[in-house]
């Protein structure tokens, strides 16, 4: 039976294993923290706008396990978010990760937590093994990098504003190394207005006990509440550290949120505590992360260069999916690891990749991607299908419907209905 190597177990990492699993391939999948779901476990909003259309997609063709869990665990639907206010729902992100889990492992897949990817065997431009700081290999015959941006101290350090004490645990589990940048495929950086490499976490997280009685009753009645930032704090500056990723809605309030455990100000990059605690319900507030208030960790380098198959550029069996592959948000990295891992396992039986037509949403959005990061305007921009560039696209070309007998329809049509659940 082939193997298919998934290194790196967020939501784009779990989901590419599970699609290998079920195209009838082996799989490992190694972690080099000690859980699963990567930073979803604080992102909590998803669905919204082109999100909808392109999880029911893979609903579909087979693939909606993870968005099915998060679904589960929904705490607030309907959530009226000023860049994505259509179909948008928060989820307990404190519930996430042990049901991820509970789903990869029920699948047969074979999970290796802190087990940290140093280095790769090649043969010519194929990728043979990966080599573990433990110093075992794990071979494979095609691998899946689902490792996220080149992350660590250092890339904090050197790109400034980066906090250290972030979700990505370096300190813990040592920096991030993905398959793609030690085996020599071509990779590239997003830029900030400045030409600095990387943009900035574009969120905060906050006890929720800490915050003012009403506003704390208000997100969890209501999901989101809409705080205005005094004139005097707002700094339009932030859109460009986080790559104009959310609208001037987001600097001129503090979008606050309930995802279960923690408040999420979405949107927000960061905010020094001494001002955060001038604006009305925040007089007490304790900031989780990043802990400091000041400054957010470093994303968006070192993502590979790749196809609408998600094969990375220069190798000859390596697929990359989540924010490796472009795709940072909760939908894009775990549609993204879906098709990679599916067609890792099409390569590995010695079968041609998948490729999805650009009559669905989802097949039109990885091509669009993959031929606007061949410019150096495309690979400055983030591209999602909940907002900006690409869902402007969506709705001018009339893929986006709130129609799911219509969405199911162009599966059938595309010849695709349950795709992704067969074995090869």
């Known amino acids: 039976m082939p193997r298919v190597v998934v290194v790196g177990a967020g939501l784009s990492g779990c989901g590419a294993a599970l699609a290998a699993q079920k195209a009838g391939a082996e799989v490992v999948l190694l972690e080099r923290t000690d859980m699963v779901a990567g930073v979803a476990i604080r992102a909590g909003e998803t669905n919204g706008n082109g999100n909808f259309v392109c999880a029911h997609e893979f609903r579909f063709m087979g693939g909606g396990e993870l968005f099915d869990a998060m679904e589960s665990i929904k705490l607030h ?31 047969g897949i074979k999970v290796l937590l802190e087990s940290r990817m140093v280095n790769v065997k090649k043969e010519g431009r194929r990728v043979t093994a990966v080599k573990v700081e433990d110093g075992s290999e794990v071979p494979g015959d095609v691998f899946v990098d689902c490792t996220g941006s080149r992350g660590g101290v250092a890339a904090c350090n050197k790109y400034g504003k980066g906090c250290v004490m972030c979700l990505v645990k370096c300190f813990a589990f040592g920096d991030r190394i993905g398959i793609v940048d030690k085996a020599g495929g071509e990779l590239y950086d997003r830029l900030r207005a400045d030409g600095t490499p990387g943009y900035l976490s574009s969120a905060m997280m906050m006890f929720k006990d800490t915050l003012a009685p009403w506003l704390k009753k208000g997100i969890e009645e209501k999901g989101l509440v809409m705080v205005p930032v005094p004139k005097e704090l707002v700094d339009y500056d932030k859109l460009k550290l986080m790559g104009a990723s959310r609208s001037k809605e987001f600097i001129e309030n503090i979008c606050l949120g309930d995802i279960g455990p923690v408040a999420k100000g979405f949107g927000m990059v960061y905010m020094e505590l001494a001002k955060l605690r001038r604006i009305n319900g925040f007089e007490n507030v304790q900031v989780e992360d990043p802990r400091s208030a000041r400054y957010n960790f470093i994303g968006h380098t070192g993502m590979a260069v790749r196809d609408q198959f998600m094969k990375a550029e220069g190798l000859d069996n390596v697929f990359c999916g989540g924010e490796k592959a472009s795709q940072g948000s909760v939908g894009g990295a775990t549609m993204s690891g879906y098709v990679a891992g599916h067609n890792a396992a099409r390569m590995a039986f010695g079968k041609e990749p998948l490729l999805l037509p650009r009559s669905l949403a989802i097949g039109d959005f990885f091509a669009y991607v993959a031929e606007r990061k061949k410019t150096a305007e495309g690979r400055v921009l983030n591209l999602n299908v909940a907002r900006g560039e690409y869902w402007k696209r969506m709705q001018e070309t009339g893929l986006y419907t709130a129609d799911v007998g219509r969405i199911k329809r162009r599966v059938e049509e595309a010849g695709l209905m349950g795709v992704l659940a067969k074995k090869l």
């Open 77 to 107: 639907d309907h959530v009226p978010f000023p860049d994505a206010a259509l179909h948008s729902f928060i989820y307990n992100a404190g519930l996430l990760e042990p049901l991820v889990k509970k789903i990869v492992l029920a699948a």
